[in-house]
Structures are given as C-alpha cells and as structure tokens.
C-alpha cells in the first residue's frame, strides 16, 4: 500500500514533478516547464516514467524476496531521474536527466540520459542523426583530449582506452545563451572513464565549422560554430 503519494511543482513554475515514498520504493521523478508545454513530448515523458516506475518496483520487489530468502536486511530502495533543459531554440529542445539509483547494493548509483525534441516534426531525434556520424568521429580526438585532462585534473589515471564518443550520452549546449547550440555537451556516468571514486564527468567539446558540414538545411540555423 502507497504510503505517501505526492505530485508537486518542482522548484520552477509549471514543471512537474512525482514523489513516491514506501517501505519498497523511494520514487522520485521530475521534468521541466518546457518540456511540460509540449503535448506530445510530455506524453512521452509520462510513458518513460510508468515505465521507470513499473521496472523500479519490481526489482525493489524480487530485491526484497532475495533478502527474505538470505535472511538479511532489506533496505528501502531508490530511483530518482530529474530532466534538465540543457539548451533549447526554435527548432530544438535539449534536453539531459540525471539518474540515480540505489537496489541495495555497496553504493547508489548514477547515470544520464538524454532526449533532443523537435519542435517542428513534433517528436525526438538523436545528436548523431542531426549532425551525422563523421561529425562525431572528428570530433572524437578531441573530446579524448578534453576529457584525458578532466580526469587527470581530478586526481585519476586517464583511461587506457578513451570511451567511444559515438557511445556516450551526448545532447547540445549553449554557452553563450544566444539560441544556437555551440558544442556537445557529453554526460560520462561514473566506472566509464575512471573509478566509482572519481565521480562522473561533464565534457562539452566546441562546435569547429566543420562538424556542422552535414546539418541538413532545416536545423543548421539552430547551430553555430566557436
């Protein structure tokens, strides 16, 4: 049984946000105010969260069966995923969530997702189906680059092997907050590029004007170059 159901408005107005709170499961989910504005983004984002939901209780559920079975404690778990506004335009909404989790393990855990909204299509698209995937491999090199230094900054071993820029968690960013995206801002989730210790890393990698040579016509005036 439910013991504490809560929908509240998140810190900015109009946004939304879920709280959850049982003996099994704390539920935490939350989007802004203008993701909540478009009808059909907002749709998907209540089906991601049913989903996140339904998934979250029933590992709290056999989690908590394992427990009774081993005869050890069993410890209210946790999913929390709060979507961000990372930069947004007339054409395009970028958007990034932090996620964080914790099943009863040695620590919580952390991870990001991602969602780039079209505004005039009416629905999701990708970083690599707007700029292309050359773009990403010439841009790699230097995404390796920044983030090598990032880490090392921290105090950690640079990866041996730099993690694929192809297979992060990439949305656009927008420094100057002029209403053009100016770099790709990677999200690395902790274990990825170095230990659960050292946290996870934010690398944004500036636009050249040759990574925006395969924009096709249509979203090139949401961009530009540094």
């Not at 109009?14 to 709280?19: D, L």
């Not at 969260?49 to 069993?74: K, Y």
């Not at 292309?132 to 092997?161: I, K």
Request: proline letters at 5%; aromatic letters at 8%; one cysteine or more.
């Amino acid at each position: 049984m439910i013991a504490l159901l809560v929908f509240l408005l998140a810190a900015q107005p109009g946004a939304f946000e879920r709280r959850e709170d049982t003996p099994l499961l704390s539920f935490h989910y939350a989007w802004p105010a203008e993701a909540k504005a478009i009808p059909a983004l907002r749709a998907e984002l209540r089906r991601q969260m049913a989903r996140a939901r339904a998934e979250a209780l029933a590992n709290a559920r056999e989690t908590r069966e394992v427990s009774r079975e081993a005869q050890v404690a069993f410890h209210q778990e946790m999913f929390d995923k709060v979507w961000s506004v990372e930069a947004s335009n007339g054409r395009l909404l970028s958007l990034t969530a932090d996620n964080r989790t914790d099943q009863n393990g040695a620590h919580p855990n952390r991870d990001f997702d991602s969602l780039i909204w079209d505004r005039v299509r009416g629905r999701r698209t990708s970083v690599a189906a707007v700029l292309g995937a050359a773009a990403l491999t010439g841009m790699n090199a230097r995404y390796c680059s920044a983030l090598a230094a990032m880490v090392a900054r921290h105090g950690g071993e640079p990866p041996e092997r730099c993690p694929p820029l192809a297979e992060r968690v990439l949305a656009f960013s927008d420094a100057d907050h002029d209403g053009r995206f100016d770099a790709l801002h990677v999200l690395i989730a902790p274990y990825v590029a170095a230990s659960y210790a050292d946290g996870s890393f934010v690398v944004d990698v500036p636009f050249e004007a040759s990574d925006l040579t395969a924009v096709a016509a249509a979203y090139r005036p949401a961009f530009e170059s540094r």
